[in-house]
C-alpha cells in the first residue's frame, strides 16, 4: 500500500491497481454506476468499465435509458469497484458526460454483428409489451441492414466520468481498514488517511 502514499496521482494509482485485479477476477471491469434524477432519488446498476480516457472512466450505455435520463439532467455520478481477491474496493464521484462521437463510432464498430443488432434494437429501460416484439425489432434491422455495416445508433455511446474524487480502501485485519481519499484541487489532487 506504499504505492500509495508516494502516488500523487490517483488515476495511475487506480490503472496499476485494476491491472491487478484483472489478473486475478475475470470481472474486475463490473463496477456500480451511482446516478440521481434531477429531483435527487438515487439509483445504482452495474456497467461494464472501459477504460480510462483524458483522465475520465468510461463506459457505455443508451443516453435514453433511465440512468441517461438522470445524467442528462444531472450530471453527477459515482462509481464502486469491489475486487475481494485484493481484498481492494475503489470508489470514485465526479460529473459524467458523454464520449467524442467518434470514439463512441469506434466502439460500436468493433462489436460483434448481432451485439450491435441488440443495441440498435434495445429500448433501453422503457416498458417492453413482449420479448417478441423485441426479436421482431431485431429480425428488422437484420434486413435492413442485410448488406450493409450497421452505424451506431445516435441514442447509444459511450459516457466519460471524470472524478472529483476517489477513494482507495483495503481490507485490514481486525476491521483496521486502510482508507486513501484523493481530492481534486485547483492543480493536482490532495490526499488524506481516513479512519476505517
Ligand atoms: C455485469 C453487468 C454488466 C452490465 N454492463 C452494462 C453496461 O456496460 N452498460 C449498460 O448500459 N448496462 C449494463 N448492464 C445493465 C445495467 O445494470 C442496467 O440494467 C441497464 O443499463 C439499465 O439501467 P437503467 O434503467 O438504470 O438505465 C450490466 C449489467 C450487469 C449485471
Known amino acids: ?47 461494464n468499465y472501459k477504460g480510462m480516457y483524458a483522465g475520465a472512466f468510461t463506459f457505455y450505455t443508451n443516453y435514453e435509458s433511465r440512468k441517461g435520463g438522470h445524467l442528462a439532467l444531472n450530471p453527477r455520478a459515482a462509481l464502486a469497484f469491489h475486487w475481494p481477491q485484493l481484498k481492494m474496493q475503489v470508489t470514485a464521484e465526479g460529473d459524467c458526460r458523454p464520449l467524442p462521437p467518434d470514439r463512441s463510432d469506434a466502439y460500436f464498430a468493433s462489436r460483434e454483428r448481432e451485439v450491435q443488432l441488440t443495441t440498435c434494437a434495445s429500448r433501453q429501460s422503457r416498458t417492453l409489451d413482449s420479448f417478441d416484439t423485441f426479436e421482431r425489432r431485431i429480425e428488422a434491422l437484420r434486413i435492413e441492414y442485410a448488406e450493409r455495416e450497421i452505424p451506431r445508433p445516435p441514442s447509444w455511446g459511450g459516457m466519460m466520468l471524470t472524478p472529483s474524487r476517489i477513494e482507495f480502501r483495503i481490507s485490514g485485519e481486525h476491521r483496521r481498514h486502510r482508507r486513501w481519499l484523493y481530492e481534486r484541487k485547483t492543480s493536482g489532487w490532495a490526499m488524506s488517511e481516513l479512519y476505517p
Do not use: C, H
Request: no cysteine; glycine share 0%.
Open 1 to 47: 500500500m506504499s504505492a500509495f502514499v508516494a502516488d500523487t496521482d490517483p488515476l495511475a494509482a487506480f490503472e496499476q491497481w485494476f491491472a491487478r485485479a484483472q489478473l486475478s477476477n475475470a470481472a474486475a471491469d463490473i463496477v456500480a454506476l451511482a446516478t440521481a434524477s434531477a429531483d435527487k432519488v438515487p439509483a445504482v446498476r452495474f456497467v
